[in-house]
T-cell receptor, first 114, second 110 residues
Framework: AQSVTQLGSHVSVSEGALVLLRCNYS??????LFWYVQYPNQGLQLLLK??????LVKGINGFEAEFKKSETSFHLTKPSAHMSDAAEYFC????????????FGAGTILRVKS | DGGITQSPKYLFRKEGQNVTLSCEQN?????MYWYRQDPGQGLRLIYY???????QKGDIAEGYSVSREKKESFPLTVTSAQKNPTAFYLC?????????FGPGTRLTVT
């Protein structure tokens, strides 16, 4: 079965600093990978996705992620944090052989300090 | 505007009562999903449906039931058999790879 591990349940950065949220996955087949963002009491919004095209994926709000097969990682980065980036971020892997079900990590809460 | 609607936003029930959460989509997606979210546990799949009149159990289906009579609708019933029903419930739909989420329903059972 596929699984996702997000290192760090809470990450704190200063405004303008680099954001790095870590995600490692396990999968027996080439995965599809996703990052979602959730603001308090709202649904999840897709930030970006990897579906076996370019390994460096750019998403919305200045975020990007790099698929590294050798490290089974899909870390999310943003060069300069903004106060509006404070939210919870979820990494997910698709179980394509089971109707595109998603398996989610436990989430990382990003705090941005002024 | 295309999207997924969930109603109501907040729902309060007494223990022992069944309650149904609504999920409607106008994205023309075949697949729909129900997740439960608890703090620090990510999202856990309750049920999913890939086509009308068919659905499968997810990882935590006990105490829940669903129906899929129309492509647009996938209601979730939280039964009195669910031991700890207080949670945030999210509905999603998908066509190809990514899932699109509704705004969620926060259910509180006392």
């Amino acid at each position: 079965a596929q699984s996702v591990t997000q290192l760090g349940s809470h990450v704190s950065v200063s405004e303008g600093a680099l954001v790095l949220l870590r995600c490692n996955y396990s999968s027996s087949v080439p995965p599809y990978l996703f990052w979602y963002v959730q603001y308090p009491n709202q649904g999840l919004q897709l930030l970006l996705k990897y579906t076996s095209a370019a390994t460096l994926v750019k998403g919305i709000n200045g975020f990007e992620a790099e698929f590294k097969k050798s490290e089974t990682s899909f870390h999310l980065t943003k060069p300069s944090a903004h106060m509006s980036d404070a939210a919870e971020y979820f990494c997910a892997v698709s179980e394509r052989e089971y109707g595109n079900k998603l398996v989610f990590g436990a989430g990382t809460i990003l705090r941005v300090k002024s | 505007d295309g999207g997924i609607t969930q109603s109501p936003k907040y729902l309060f029930r007494k223990e022992g009562q069944n309650v149904t959460l609504s999920c409607e989509q106008n994205l023309n997606h075949d697949a729909m999903y129900w997740y439960r979210q608890d703090p620090g546990q990510g999202l856990r799949l309750i049920y999913y449906s890939q086509i009308v009149n068919d659905f499968q159990k997810g990882d935590i289906a006990e105490g829940y039931s669903v129906s899929r009579e129309k492509k647009e609708s996938f209601p979730l019933t939280v039964t009195s058999a669910q031991k700890n029903p207080t949670a945030f419930y999210l509905c999603a739909s998908s066509s190809l790879y990514e899932q699109y989420f509704g705004p969620g329903t926060r259910l509180t059972v006392t």
